[in-house]
């Protein structure tokens, strides 16, 4: 359609041809709308002329008509500054039917509706849907979007809303995503008022049917229900992804019992399943995330579970979601790819819950590195977690292999001798370097005397392990046992040949240790002091 016979018909049109005219434009835009740059001002007069039709009274389906091609038009960051305005973000709410903090007259503080038809109910989903182009798109609409408020009022939504449709309540926690992603002044008012936060925590609940056992303890999933439905996890991501944001500065003792609470949360999340694998590591990832920014005290809300037992090797604790996290972090380790975002995060929760708690170091370290037995191969070579981790330590990516490395350290109890009796010196020596621990020693944090005993073949094999590559090598053949003595003495004369050569020209120079402990040229150290031969001569 000509955007110019579009606008011109628009302006004479009354709400049925508006209706008509725009649902034309939609159908044959919606998959295959193009960036002209050409037209750009004629798209941007569009979206003007549609905000000014939704100020009008018209139909619900029309307006929903009109909320189309505002999504669609969306796309364009170019054209977005008609709607990037306060008139047009506060229409967009009202269309959505949330209360910002600066909307006038009735619409402030007005309680969400209990009953809308199915064509008001659509209209509300298209708004937010156009809202969260927007606000994704324009920076502009984003500082907007603070000014008016418009958190509160997803926030208000969310809360008010306990039954809401499953569109209407995915968008207002992807705007409210959005708004905390993209907005860090926002997020950090969202986290110190403390609303934000409970209310996610309410979303989740509602959504995973939460029921409480103890004071940070949901009650076991059975193990007969159903998957998790699609739509649930849908919304359940969502409210992760915004609780991510608002949760990157941990708060103080005060907030205490409300991270505990979503730990608990996340444990029964973890433990749970979805109807299609990917979208249960998909959830599972966004749960990492989030418990990567809680406070370490914490993490023993995944292990403290009384009712649910555990087990007597580990204190009584119960390690289901520590296994869980394990097998998360070798799936992540064999996908080969992505490592920085999909494997990263998992390491460095494990490696804080192990450093913190000796309960998970102890049953993370029997599943990673079990006693030594097999001293023969490459600690790099195999298929065991041990060897996954240890090729990591030499991985392009500095992240990466820093959070392979620290992971194993930890493990370790920050020793030295430990990490290279299990990754050899030459993986080591990487974070060695970083931590001023090349000549060994220990790391600052003190851990508990846990019993560490090798196995035989260990002890047996440990005198002929090269400590450099972790391994007990072949014995390499001295190539001399072949040589006759004619040969042996040539290849003597040739090596002084070449030694005097380099000496003369300086590029080598013979050094020895002085009594100080420092190298000097080696004349130095032969020189020895004239009293030194005198002494005790005055008494001849």
């Known amino acids: ?101 600066e909307m006038a007259g009735d619409e402030q503080g007005r309680p969400e509706e209990s009953t809308q038809s199915e064509e008001e109910e659509s209209v509300v989903v298209e708004a937010l849907k156009c809202l969260s182009n927007v606000v994704y798109n324009s920076p502009a609409a984003q500082q907007v979007s603070v000014d008016v408020k418009l958190a509160h009022g997803l926030c208000a939504k969310l809360r008010a809303s306990s039954a809401c449709p499953h569109e209407v309540g995915l968008f207002t926690l992807r705007i409210l995503f959005l708004l905390s992603a993209l ?42 229900a159903t998957p998790l439905p699609a739509e649930d996890n849908e919304r359940v991501m969502e409210a992760l992804k915004a609780l991510f944001n608002l949760t990157v500065s941990s708060g103080g003792k005060e907030e205490e019992h409300q991270y505990r609470l979503i730990t608990a949360i996340l444990r029964h999340l973890l433990m749970l399943r979805t109807v299609k694998e990917e979208k249960t590591e998909e959830v599972h990832s966004h749960t990492i995330n989030v418990l990567s920014n809680l406070p370490v005290p914490c993490m023993d809300v995944l292990i403290d579970l009384p009712v649910q037992g ?32 999909g494997l990263t995060p998992v390491l460095t929760l ?21 006693p030594l037995k097999d001293v023969k191969t490459r600690p790099e070579v195999g298929t065991t977690t041990r060897n996954k981790l240890v090729r990591l330590m030499t991985h392009v990516e500095m992240a990466v292999k820093l959070a392979a ?35 060994g020693g220990r790391g600052e ?5 846990d019993e560490d005993t090798d196995t035989e073949e260990y002890k047996t094999a440990k005198p002929f392990i090269n400590p450099i590559t972790g391994h007990v090598e072949e014995p390499m053949p001295n190539p001399m046992d072949e040589m006759t003595e004619e040969q042996k003495e040539y290849e003597a004369q040739k090596l002084a040949t070449l030694l005097n050569k380099l000496s003369g020209q ?10 100080d402990g420092t190298l000097a040229p080696l004349e130095e150290t032969l020189h020895v002091p004239h009293e030194e031969h005198t002494s005790g001569s005055d008494t001849d």
């Open 445 to 449: 944090t003190e851990y508990s005397d």
């Open 350 to 370: 494990l490696t804080e819950a192990s450093r913190h708690h000796r309960e998970i170091r102890r049953y993370v370290k029997a599943q990673v590195l079990p």
């Open 183 to 224: 907005k860090a002044d926002l997020s950090e008012q969202l986290r110190k008022e403390g609303q934000a936060v409970k209310l996610l925590t309410e979303v989740l609940e509602r959504t995973l049917g939460v029921s409480w056992e103890g004071p940070y303890e949901v009650a076991r999933p059975d193990p007969q």
């Open 310 to 341: 555990g087990v007597e090797a580990y204190g009584g604790k119960n390690m289901d979601a520590i296994q869980v996290l394990l097998d998360f972090m070798e799936k992540r380790i064999d996908k080969g790819s992505n490592y920085i975002e």
């Open 506 to 515: 300086r590029l080598i120079r013979p050094m020895g240790v002085k009594r």
């Open 1 to 101: 359609m000509d955007l110019t016979n579009v606008l011109s018909q628009l302006e004479s049109a009354d709400g049925q041809d508006i209706e008509t005219l725009l649902r034309e434009y939609n159908r044959e835009n919606s998959r295959t709308f193009t960036f002209d740059p050409k037209e750009e001002s004629l798209r941007s007069k569009l979206c003007q002329s549609v905000l000014v039709v939704l100020g009008m009274k018209v139909q619900p389906s029309c307006q929903k008509t009109c909320l189309e091609t505002l999504r669609i038009l969306s796309r364009d960051k170019c054209v977005l500054a008609p709607i990037a305005t306060r008139d047009g973000v506060l229409t967009l709410a009202r269309m959505a039917r949330l209360n910002a903090g």
């Open 405 to 439: 490395a620290e992971f194993l350290f930890v493990l370790c109890k920050e020793s030295v001798d430990k990490l290279c009796k299990y990754t050899g010196y030459g993986h080591a020596a990487g974070i060695l370097l970083n931590k001023g621990l090349l000549g």
